[in-house]
């Protein structure tokens, strides 16, 4: 296993694209680090993509925010910015694994690792973040909700990497939240993940509405129709539930040992209230 | 092809050599003969490995020996100061908070990262930060009460 560490997406691009066995780039590593010591990865290159300036940065740009793929999740949640404007996606990218893995798991790496259940890709989704992509030509943009295809599939071609993500500017009184249901209260994967981002006018009403689902089908899911069960309402009890049984109506869920079908597609539209609640309730007070 | 690494540990200027597949805690361990990171699940689960890579609290089994040139760690060897425990271990002490002391540096090392950024963390917020140190010994109550009493100690309280 070769390790580079360049200092440009474009080198790094290159040498991912170049390389005739398994490539690999490497952020934080919680992930990918594991799947190469219990061998279900064996890569011939590990491209160290956290000397590239892009990807360690939070900066603010067109009222929005630009976050790199590679920032971990501590430093997400030290910047106080970040966290007013989006609570929620903090508040997910922070589920991730214990204090330790905070000080290394990214957003990139969260989405990129490919599962259905990352807590972090609902509120990604949710928020409407945009994935900036750098591949061996040139640069590209996707939706976030768009990146991933199936568990461990993605939508890039050889080469690519997500650089960064954008997060557009928050009118007054937008918020977002993000819940998700473990059997426990730390340290675990989430049997449901819900993401809810809300924007309301000076009455209250809501004028934007995006829902994210994560753990429910084979990839995070945007869920659109429980998104427009809500824009025009105060997000009372029989908008919260229209939006609601959207979400039950876009599960997809396998059975497992963490939940069955019918457990996870009911607590997908309990989610989905209890989260949207929160982001209303923070919505009135940005 | 082995790998040329410098780095500081615990203020010194250390180097070793190692090989892409060697975390940072082999390097410790083997290359350096630093040898109070313990190796517990090897997946970033049980927190024995804990250390700090400039500042910042990580498993050191998931972080590659290569990736540190340049940084600065911080083990459990270097939390005594000589002879002169660091509060926090001698509060473990008087609290028999470890029994077969496995897991016992990585707590340390978590803790005294804690108390670094929050020097008055209350109980519950003690007990999510250590979430990810795993203990099979001791119930975890005494580590929480040996925490709580050197912070408050190290405040002056």
């Known amino acids: 296993m070769r390790y580079e560490s360049p200092d440009t997406l474009e080198a790094a691009a290159k040498m991912l694209a170049a390389e005739s066995g398994d490539a690999r780039v490497l952020a934080g590593g919680t992930d990918l680090l594991v799947q190469i010591r219990s061998e279900i990865l064996s890569p011939a290159l590990v491209v160290d993509i956290k000397k590239i300036a892009e990807t360690r940065t939070v900066s603010e740009e067109k009222g929005g925010f630009r976050i790199g793929a590679a920032v971990a999740g501590a430093e997400l949640k030290e910047h106080a910015k970040l966290k007013k404007a989006w609570p929620g996606l903090v508040e997910a990218a922070n589920l991730i694994g214990s204090t330790q893995v905070q000080g290394r798991c990214s957003l990139g790496g969260n989405l990129c690792n490919g599962s259905p259940a990352a807590d972090s890709v609902p509120a990604l989704i949710a928020a409407g973040a945009v994935a900036s992509i750098v591949g061996p030509n040139g640069r590209r943009e996707l939706k976030v909700e768009d990146v991933m295809l199936a568990p461990r599939k993605l939508a890039l071609t050889k080469g690519e990497i997500i650089a960064s993500f954008f997060l557009p500017a928050r009118p007054a009184h937008a918020s977002d939240a993000y819940l998700r249901f473990i059997p426990r209260t730390e340290m675990d994967i989430a049997v449901v993940g819900c993401a809810v981002s809300l924007v309301l006018d000076a009455s209250g009403t809501c004028t934007a509405a995006r829902v994210g689902l994560g753990a429910v089908a084979a990839r995070p899911l945007l869920v659109e129709d429980a998104g427009k069960a809500l824009v025009g309402t105060k997000v009372d009890e029989a908008a919260l539930e229209k939006a609601a049984a959207a979400a039950r109506a876009a599960c997809k869920p396998i059975d497992d040992k963490r939940g069955t079908i019918e457990f996870r597609t009911d607590v997908a539209g309990v989610l989905t209230k209890r989260t949207a609640l929160i982001a209303l309730e923070r919505a009135r007070k940005a | ?157």
């Not at chain 2, 892409?20 to 003969?33: F, G, K, P, S, V």
């Not at chain 2, 700090?52 to 050191?60: A, N, P």
Request: glycine content about 10%.
């Open chain 2, 1 to 157: 092809m082995k790998h040329h690494v410098t780095t500081t540990v615990n203020g010194d200027e250390v180097e070793f050599l190692c090989s892409t597949e060697q975390t940072l805690l082999d390097c410790l361990r083997d290359e350096l003969d630093l040898t109070g990171a313990k190796e517990g699940c090897g997946s970033g689960d049980c927190g024995a490995c804990s250390v700090l890579v400039d500042g910042r609290l990580v498993c050191s089994c998931l972080v590659l020996g290569v990736e540190v040139s340049g940084k600065k760690i911080e083990t459990i060897e270097g939390m005594a100061k000589g002879d002169e425990l660091h509060p926090l271990q001698r509060k473990f002490l008087e609290h028999a908070a470890l029994q077969c002391g496995i897991c016992t540096p990585g707590v340390l090392v978590a803790a005294k990262s804690l108390l670094e950024k929050n020097p008055d963390p209350t109980e519950t917020e003690v007990r999510y930060w250590l979430a990810g140190n795993l203990c099979r010994c001791t119930g975890y109550d005494k580590i929480i009460r040996a925490v709580m009493d050197a912070a408050a100690e190290m405040r002056g309280a």
